[in-house]
Nanobody, 121 residues
Framework: QVQLVESGGGLVQSGGSLRLSCTAS????????MGWYRQAPGKQRELVAAITSAGTLNYADSVKGRFTISRDHAKNMVYLQMSSLKPEDTAVYYC???????????????WGQGTQVTVSL
């Protein structure tokens, strides 16, 4: 079993900042990628940012220059620093971890329960 627990969401005014954190725990053996997705009401879930085990970064165009993803390998944690927030950033943010639970075994995507981020005008 692999569990992802997010924290750091909340209500913030436009132009403000928030920092999301996510911890992966349980029987995870290898993590290949960790990332953040978001889903706004009536919209599909979309990638916000991701970081691979090699340190390769990937950002959605809409957040480039405003959001920064980082990772603490030792603690199996991933962070999302969000700055210059806009009302259109309002969504439930989900932590995602791509990894395996054995030396040789299938690779799965694991998801957190989500944390609400609301940006007011």
């Amino acid at each position: 079993q692999v569990q992802l627990v997010e924290s750091g969401g909340g209500l913030v005014q436009s132009g403000g900042s928030l920092r999301l954190s996510c911890t992966a725990s349980g029987s995870i053996f290898s993590i290949y990628r960790m990332g953040w997705y978001r889903q706004a009401p009536g919209k599909q879930r979309e990638l916000v940012a991701a970081i691979t085990s090699a340190g390769t970064l990937n950002y959605a165009d809409s957040v480039k220059g405003r959001f920064t993803i980082s990772r603490d390998h030792a603690k199996n944690m991933v962070y999302l620093q969000m700055s210059s927030l806009k009302p259109e950033d309002t969504a439930v943010y989900y932590c995602q971890c791509r990894g395996s639970t054995a030396v040789v075994g299938p690779i799965y995507d694991y998801w957190g329960q989500g944390t609400q981020v609301t940006v007011s005008l």
